[in-house]
C-alpha cells in the first residue's frame, strides 16, 4: 500500500512500514512545517491514506467535508515506538482493504474503521 505519514508519525513506524513493503512519503523528509490542509491536499495528489497523529483531521473530514482517500488517525500514547510500529503494521496487514476511503482510528485497545460515503 501507498501512504502519506504526518511529520508527528514515529519514524520507527515509517520504517516498519516501508520495511514491510509499503510505499511511504514522509512529509518530516518532503516537506516539514506544511499545514494540515497542504498535508492532506498532498496525500489526495498521490491518491493515497493518511497517516497521522493529529485529531484536526477529523474536523478537515467530517465537519468540513474534506475529500480524503483515507485517513488513519494513530492514538498509541504512552507506547514504546517499537510497539506502535507493530501495531500499526498489522493493522494494515489484516484490514487493508478496509482503509482506503475510510476514516480508521488506532487507539491501545480499539480499532474503529468507518467508511465515507
Known amino acids: 500500500m501507498k501512504f502519506v505519514a504526518d511529520e508527528n508519525i514515529d519514524l520507527p513506524i515509517i520504517a516498519r512500514l516501508r520495511n514491510d513493503g509499503h510505499e511511504v512519503y ?22 493515497v491514506i493518511l497517516l497521522t497523529g493529529d485529531k484536526d483531521f477529523g474536523e478537515l473530514v467530517h465537519r468540513d467535508k474534506r475529500y480524503t482517500c483515507g485517513i488513519v488517525l494513530i492514538r498509541l500514547a504512552g507506547l514504546s515506538n517499537n510497539q506502535k510500529a507493530q501495531i500499526v503494521a498489522n493493522v ?17 485497545h480499539n480499532l474503529r474503521i468507518r467508511p465515507r460515503i
Open 26 to 47: 514522509a512529509v518530516v523528509e518532503m516537506s516539514a512545517g506544511i499545514s494540515d490542509n497542504e498535508v492532506l491536499k498532498q496525500a489526495n495528489q498521490r491518491g
Open 92 to 108: 494494515i496487514r489484516n484490514h487493508s482493504s478496509e482503509l482506503e476511503n475510510a476514516f480508521t482510528v488506532i487507539s491501545h
